[in-house]
Nanobody, 118 residues
Framework: QVQLVESGGGSVQPGGSLRLSCTAP????????IGWFRQAPGKEREGVAC????????NYADSVKGRFTISRDDAKNTVDLQMNSLKFEDTAVYSC???????????WGKGTLVTVSS
């Protein structure tokens, strides 16, 4: 069973930046598609970004495109989400997930809270 662990969440002012990291102790993320999802209070979970096991294959939600960047660091066994120009509406619990492809995820982390507030 792949167990994913997120880190890097916290509180930030609008316009600020945070970098989230996803890893899986004992498992290599290299062979998995890794997605970042978020769930705001009272709302359904939505996909934010995903990177496939193929090199150079990424996708983003329209709401974060141009502000967020997902990347893979095989040396560190992490998949990171760089979040810039954060907005109030980015406030959510962010979770990473792993699967065979970006169209379906099988393993999930517990999430890390990102709060954007002035």
């Amino acid at each position: 069973q792949v167990q994913l662990v997120e880190s890097g969440g916290g509180s930030v002012q609008p316009g600020g930046s945070l970098r989230l990291s996803c890893t899986a102790p004992g498992f290599s993320l290299h062979y998995y598609a890794i997605g970042w999802f978020r769930q705001a209070p009272g709302k359904e979970r939505e996909g934010v970004a995903c990177i496939s096991s193929r090199v150079g294959s990424t996708n983003y939600a329209d709401s974060v495109k141009g502000r967020f960047t997902i990347s893979r660091d095989d040396a560190k066994n992490t998949v990171d989400l760089q979040m810039n120009s954060l907005k109030f509406e980015d406030t959510a619990v962010y979770s990473c997930a792993a699967g065979w492809g970006c169209d379906g995820m099988n393993y999930w982390g517990k999430g890390t809270l990102v709060t954007v507030s002035s």
